[in-house]
């Protein structure tokens, strides 16, 4: 399984970004995909998980009405909208599967299998 994940970078408090997952490798209808982020010092968090069957998501409560996590079946294609984004949104940004046909209200990030490089998310104020 390999996960990239791109659409980075730098942003003004307020504003929006989309971030993508590209994956390959196998077929993905048993995963549940999720975006991961870590700010310097601090450990990794989850922000947001889907289920590749049914579009099932949860949500960091920090991210609720803010971010959507997404799916394209036809492209095996995750993606992170964030808006109204907030310098506490700084971090790198990382997706993930894990081998799960469920979706759990929140996750540790020992429960996924399989990882992306990160992407860096910096918000100015």
């Known amino acids: 399984v390999q996960l990239q994940a791109s659409g980075g970078g730098l942003v003004q408090a307020g504003g929006s970004l989309r971030l993508s997952c590209a994956a390959s490798?196998?077929?993905?209808?048993?995963?549940?995909m999720g975006w991961f982020r870590q700010a310097p010092g601090k450990e990794r968090e989850f922000v947001a998980a889907?289920?590749?069957?049914?579009?099932?998501?949860t949500y960091k409560d920090s991210v609720k009405g803010r971010f959507t996590i997404s799916r394209d079946n036809a492209k095996n294609t995750v993606y992170l909208q964030m808006n109204s984004l907030d310098p506490e949104d700084t971090a790198v940004y990382y997706c993930?599967?894990?081998?799960?046909?469920?979706?759990?209200?929140?996750?540790?990030?020992?429960?996924?299998?399989?990882w992306g490089q990160g992407t860096l998310v910096t918000v100015s104020s």
């Open positions: 889907i289920t590749w069957v049914g579009g099932s998501t």
């Open positions: 490798g196998r077929t993905f209808s048993r995963y549940v």
């Open positions: 993930a599967a894990a081998v799960q046909t469920y979706l759990s209200a929140t996750y540790s990030p020992h429960e996924f299998d399989y």
